[in-house]
Every structure is written in C-alpha cells, then in structure tokens.
C-alpha cells in the first residue's frame, strides 16, 4: 500500500459501496487529499459530496461530460438523494447529451423507486429550477403509465402547486 495513491483507494471504495470516485473526498485530519497523493495512513474519512458534479457537467470535453452523466446516473440509480439535486440540475443542463441522459436516468430512478426515493425527488423539485422542473414533471407525467401510483402522485402533487 505505500505506492497506493487516494485514486486507488477511491476506486476501492468504488468497487465496494458504488460511489463514484467523482464523489468522494478523502480527509485525514483536516487534510484532504488529492487524487495523486499517496495514501500514508492507515485511515481515512470519507465525506460523499456532489460538489464537482456540476462543473463536470458543464465541461467543454464532452467525453468528460457523458463520463460525468455516467456516475451522477450510478449513484442516482442507487436511490442516493444526494444525488437529486444535481441530476435535476443537469435536466436543464446547456448540453443536449447531458440532459438526454439526466431525463433517462431521472425515469428510471423514480419510476422503480420506492416511497424513500419518491419523497427525496420530491424534495429536490421544491428547489429545481422552473426549467428542470417543468422537465421533470413532463418526463414523469408521459413515462409513469397508469400502474405507477408513486410516479403519478409525485407529478400532480407538483403540477397542483408548482
């Protein structure tokens, strides 16, 4: 482990819990560790956090984009509420490949969601912009069919006081 460095061991706790690496931060003490440095110690706070998300999102490198969409998707599709917000940030994304995969990934997530995961998305539309929100609730209203109460209750809650 002395040539191990914080990617190798947030690939680790990748491979272990699904975060994302994009995802993680590693702390010892009040030190946070950077991808390339070698890892010391034999503990390590994980903190989970969205926080580089966003400027992910918005790369001018579109590999670093889909990247990006990619494990806001994994981490989404776990049911992890962290990861609402930024998803429905990325359904009013300024790149058409991110939002066409925020809006697949929002589907999924909320259509095989349980009550947890309905009350989180919930929660993140309060706070989505008008834009992400009207895309939300579009996507929602003409996926959810009729057999899926929670996707339909979530949608009217928000059409009846937007």
């Not at 998300?53 to 806001?72: G, P, Q, T």
Request: aromatic fraction near 4%.
């Amino acid at each position: 482990a002395t040539n191990a460095t914080a990617r190798c061991l947030m690939s680790l706790v990748d491979d272990a819990w699904q975060i994302p690496p994009i995802f993680q931060k590693l702390a010892h003490g009040c030190q946070v560790l950077c991808e390339d440095e070698k890892v010391v110690h034999e503990s390590y706070h994980l903190q989970v956090t969205i926080d580089r998300i966003d400027s992910a999102l918005d790369s001018n490198n579109s590999s670093d984009r889909l990247l990006a969409m990619h494990d806001l998707a994994r981490f989404a599709s776990r049911g992890r509420s962290r990861a609402f917000p930024a998803l429905l940030r990325a359904l009013d994304n300024d790149w058409g490949e991110v939002r066409k995969l925020a809006t697949a990934t929002w589907v999924s997530v909320v259509l095989n969601g349980d009550e947890d995961v309905m009350e989180s998305a919930s929660r993140s539309l309060d706070d989505a912009s008008l834009k992400a929100k009207k895309a939300a609730i579009s996507v929602l209203t003409t996926t959810a069919g009729t057999d899926n109460r929670n996707a339909i209750a979530l949608a009217r809650s928000k059409i009846a006081d937007p």
